[in-house]
């Protein structure tokens, strides 16, 4: 089996609880999480090869980081060790009409001040059949940026299959920054996350009234025509606690679309699209069709928002159950 390497900066999350706000909060619920290690331990739970590719210092919180990745079965060779510390974030969960909001404690942490790539490539890439990045990375500095780049370009020269998911941060870059790294990789990328607003903000895309997203995964081929599948969700938030999603899939001229689910009563939406990205690489990967594929991730980004933490922990089998089954009785 060939492995599938994430690369990307995992931290430490301290989330309120009880639904209290972040300044008036004196106990904070301690979890590890990021984008592409959240991937990475849900593709690992739905039994592929993992491997997470980061860098954490030398210290108890850097040990935890190593456990947390090792517990679900991810690939932890080419978690770096150094630098001074490890990147933090708060997260204020949202209730009702208050939003759940994200402060960044980040700065100078051993990932984000990587200078030069440390990893031995041929390692890293050897029996690799895909590299997943995403838009979060590249926002940390400028030697990220072309630190990305030169991995994507790697990646491309030994046959790797690359995903991107683009995943726009406000809070570390602007978008007119992400729009113009996303255009100067997209011409390496075969898989990317993008929706609308994506192909509108950062491809400079005409906005067509009344079109449906078809028609800008078409738009983005006729500039990018090397990106083979595109994949993203639509999400309408009725408050905090209660969303409605479904998922996307586009290849070879057809649009895929899961059912819109309802979903009632979320516990964290943190890692949902996360939990959606490893889905539809998982199908990818294991041959589904198509509509399956994009009906398998649905469903498992919807499972995400039923448990606190950021990263997904459903087996490929109990989300092949609810696929199959829907919502039974206690299991007994």
């Known amino acids: 089996m060939k492995k599938v390497v994430t690369l990307g900066e995992i931290m430490l999350r301290l989330s309120t609880v009880a639904q209290a706000r972040m300044a008036e909060s004196t106990v904070f619920a301690a979890d590890y999480g990021g984008g592409e290690a959240n991937v990475a331990v849900s593709l690992a739970n739905y039994g592929h090869q993992a491997a997470f590719a980061g860098k954490v210092p030398a210290n108890p919180l850097g040990q935890a980081v190593e456990q947390h990745l090792r517990k679900y079965g991810v690939d932890t060779a080419f978690l770096l060790e150094g630098g001074e510390r490890l990147g933090t974030y708060y997260l204020e969960n949202g209730v009702g009409l208050r939003s759940s909001n994200v402060v960044y404690d980040r700065k100078y942490s051993s990932f984000s001040m990587m200078t030069a790539l440390e990893w031995d490539l041929d390692a890293l890439f050897a029996n690799t059949e895909l590299l997943l990045i995403s838009g979060i990375t590249p926002a940390l500095s400028p030697d990220w940026r072309q630190m990305t780049l030169a991995l994507a370009k790697e990646a491309k020269e030994r046959g790797v299959t690359l995903v991107m998911d683009i995943n726009y941060r406000g809070k ?126 649905s469903l498992a980004s919807v499972m995400k928002h039923t448990v606190h933490g950021d990263h997904n922990q459903f087996s490929a089998q109990e989300i092949e159950d609810l696929l199959q089954n829907g919502v039974k009785e206690i299991k007994r």
């Not at 255009?183 to 390496?188: K, P, S």
């Not at 639509?234 to 649009?255: F, I, K, Q, S």
């Not at 998982?282 to 041959?287: A, E, I, N």
Request: with cysteine; aromatic share 14%.
């Open 172 to 297: 570390l870059w602007s978008v007119e920054e992400c729009g113009a790294f996303v255009r100067e990789i997209a011409g390496l990328v075969d898989i990317l996350s993008a929706g609308r607003l994506d192909a509108l903000n950062f491809f400079k895309v005409a906005e067509q009234e009344g079109a449906g997203l078809a028609y800008y995964y078409e738009e983005i081929v006729k500039l990018y025509p090397n990106i083979q599948t595109f994949y993203s969700t639509t999400r309408e938030v009725v408050n905090a606690n209660h969303n409605y999603l479904m998922g996307n899939l586009y290849t070879d001229g057809r649009l895929y679309q899961s059912e819109n689910y309802d979903i009632h009563d979320i516990v964290d939406r943190v890692g949902g699209g996360d939990a959606y990205t490893a889905g539809i690489l998982h199908g990818l990967l294991s041959g589904f069709e198509m509509q399956k594929t994009v009906d398998f991730a």
